[in-house]
């Protein structure tokens, strides 16, 4: 009995060993190559409309340029420096940029130079126009026009007139998608100023100029109109 025992376990350790064997020659399992998405959009061409591709990024950031506008009845031309846009479906807001501007004219009058902080929240009427009001500031010098400020006895030395105060008006746009990174958007800007020729701040200083005409009459120099054609590529 004990010799039959003996047998059987030795017969199923040699089925063992023989099993492992066998399965350590097997050759491993090649990987199946899996088709790509590829090779199936190029077979069926329809498919593709059905593919997920990332959407393009809401907020974008860009700069521009105005070769040609109008500054107070003078040419003018003007960089936007810096250009912050939220743009979705319906909306196209240009929460904040900065541009510098400079006109063309000939003179000591008509010469200015100008900062502009503005925003500009514009509806999308649809894929390629939209349309909203402007709210900036900005910072006006006339380079060649001498200036003092008085407040009673006290007077500053002359130096280049400047002023400042807020515009409003309106932008449309017009936005043309280049590729899924850059964006080209024409914008047509027109708005109003509000600097101020005779109160330099609101602590009584007024501003006295070294031409005495322009004491009398301001006029040359008042706050006028500004229209810009605008041309900006966003990413």
């Known amino acids: 009995m004990k010799i039959f025992k003996l047998g059987l376990v030795l017969e199923v350790f040699l089925v063992f060993v023989a099993a492992s064997s066998v399965a350590s020659e097997m050759p491993a399992e090649m990987p199946r190559e899996m088709p790509t998405d590829t090779s199936i959009l190029q077979e069926n061409p329809n498919l593709e409309k059905y593919t997920f591709s990332e959407p393009r990024s809401e907020v974008q950031i860009g700069f521009g340029l105005s070769p040609f506008g109008m500054i107070r009845d003078q040419m003018g031309i003007s960089a936007n420096l810096f250009q912050f846009h939220w743009i979705t479906s319906h909306l196209d807001w240009e929460i904040f940029s900065l541009s510098f501007a400079e006109s063309l004219g000939g003179d000591d009058v008509t010469k200015s130079k100008q900062f502009t902080f503005r ?27 001498q ?6 006895t006290l007077a500053t030395p002359q130096e280049n007139f400047s002023s400042r105060g807020v515009v409003y008006g309106g932008v449309l746009s017009e936005t043309f998608p280049l590729n899924s990174d850059l964006t080209f958007k024409v914008n047509q800007v027109l708005y109003k100023e509000t600097y101020s020729t005779s109160n330099a701040n609101e602590d009584g200083w007024t501003y006295r100029f070294a031409n005495p005409a322009l004491n009398q009459n301001s006029g040359p120099i008042n706050p006028g109109t500004v229209l810009m054609f605008e041309f900006s590529v966003l990413y």
Do not use: D, H
Not at 124 to 144: A, D, H, K, M, W
């Open 119 to 145: 925003t500009v929240p514009k509806y999308r009427i649809n894929q390629t126009f939209s349309i909203g009001p402007l709210l900036g500031y900005e910072f006006v010098s006339f380079p060649n026009l």
């Open 147 to 152: 200036s003092q400020i008085f407040n009673g």
